[in-house]
């Protein structure tokens, strides 16, 4: 079975400043894909990034980016210059193999708050 | 870019009485649909995933004979709450997985059962 670690239930920054959410994660599978989530007050899951793990490069879309230690299996997400809409709980997750094959695991989420 | 429908948004129910959900497809075609469950500011729980025109595969401890998952077609996915009770409420969430788009998620649906 796969699981997901997000240790801080709750993370807040100023408005332009950097944050980092952690995420540690653990698979029997060699090969996988991880993924980072938004979701709003409007409940909408929102994909962030995603990453392969036989990808060495860490994956980067805009403001956000991973931080990818395959060895440590662990998976963490950088916001740059964190806006005001970046404000949400954000979910970790694994591609899953248990009783049906690809859904996802997640783990139990970040509520990011952003001071102005 | 890959769009997955979900209805209703919101439906409140009588106990003892059954619901559908209806989760779709509407740019692509999907291989697999998926169901995940969300408690109140808790994370999302894997329920069953389905692939077009087979019987759904349930997760450990959800119980098939009260959520049952209908695949039909490429486009379209129901999870109907049979003989629903207030420990059913809760707010489910559709995603689905084309050959070539990742999982897009349906808006989710908020279930009261009364």
Redesign the interface.
């Known amino acids: 079975a796969q699981t997901v670690t997000q240790s801080q239930p709750e993370m807040s920054v100023q408005e332009a400043e950097t944050v980092t959410l952690s995420c540690t994660y653990d698979t029997s599978e060699s090969d996988y894909y991880l993924f980072w989530y938004k979701q709003p007050p409007s409940r909408q899951m929102i994909l962030v990034i995603r990453q392969e793990a036989y990808k060495q490069q860490n994956a980067t879309e805009n403001r956000f980016s991973v931080n990818f230690q395959k060895a440590a299996k662990s998976f963490s997400l950088k916001i740059s210059d964190s806006q005001l809409g970046d404000a949400a709980m954000y979910f970790c997750a694994t591609r899953h193999s248990g009783g049906g094959a690809d859904g996802l695991t997640f783990g139990k989420g970040t509520h990011l708050i952003i001071q102005p | 870019g890959a769009v997955v429908s979900q209805h209703p948004s919101r439906v409140i129910c009588k106990s003892g009485t059954s619901v559908k959900i209806e989760c779709r497809s509407l740019d692509f075609q999907a291989t697999?649909m998926?169901w995940y469950r969300?408690f109140p500011k808790?994370?999302?729980?894997?329920m069953?995933?389905s692939n077009e025109g087979s019987k759904a595969?349930?997760?450990?401890g959800v119980e098939k004979d009260k959520f049952l998952i209908n695949h039909a077609s490429l486009t379209l996915s129901t999870l109907t709450v049979t003989s629903a009770h207030p420990e059913d409420s809760s707010?489910y969430?559709c995603?689905a997985?084309g050959l070539w788009y990742?999982?897009t998620?349906g808006?989710?649906t908020r279930l009261t059962v009364v």
């Open positions: 697999t998926f969300q808790k994370s999302l729980m894997l069953a995933t595969t349930y997760e450990q707010f969430i995603s997985k990742g999982y998620f808006s989710g």
